[in-house]
């Protein structure tokens, strides 16, 4: 079945640390996106990719890095300058032309210890 | 820049009876799409109903309809006969007809059904 892996489900970092969350899809979707989610904050958009090899930042970028090497693949970084990382994190994909709207991963909770 | 507002934080309902969310949005487009989006206790969002704003007839998913107000630029969400299923937190966007933009948000409504 197609659809969105994101990996891993929870994830604990130090203080200091860069971390890599995984999000991968087997859709052929040409648009990926990451989102972050804070209770009462919503969805806020930190990095998108509508092509390969290509990104631009969201609302929230800073203290954040992605790339976009395969079309299937686009992993988020949380680096050791993003103050307060402690969130879930969603990532979506949605297919060219089409008012489908996204597929969504089932997302990474990702805590600072 | 494209804003999208939902002023209930928290809503209730009783089993079996109908509730209505709000969502109000600000664009200059003129046309556009808009979504709602559940997401159950499990995290895992899911498309409840979307509707596309040249259609001016409201969009329907069974016990989900929509009531579009192109020119007050309202978008809320009815959940008629409502079931403890329903109980999750609902999210409005909105994306630009256009190319892969990406979808912009509400802060959310937290649905809770009562037996």
Redesign the interface.
Known sequence: DGGITQSPKYLFRKEGQNVTLSCEQNLNH??M?W?RQDP??????IY?S?IVNDFQK?DIAEGYSVSREKKESFPLTVTSAQKNPTA?Y?C?S?R?TT????T?G??TRLTVV | AQTVT?SQ?EMSVQEAETVTLSCTYDTSESDY?L?W?KQPP????I?VI?Q?AYKQQNATENRFSVNFQKAAKSFSLKISDSQLGDAAMY?C?Y?RHS??T???????TRLSVIA
Do not use: I, T
């Open positions: 040409d648009a996106y989102y009462g904050q919503g969805l806020r958009l998108y509508q969201g879930f969603l979506a949605m060219d008012n489908y709207g996204y969504f089932s997302g | 939902q934080p799409y979504f989006y499990s995290r895992q969002m498309l979307r596309e999210f966007a994306r190319g892969n990406p979808l912009v948000f509400g802060k959310g």
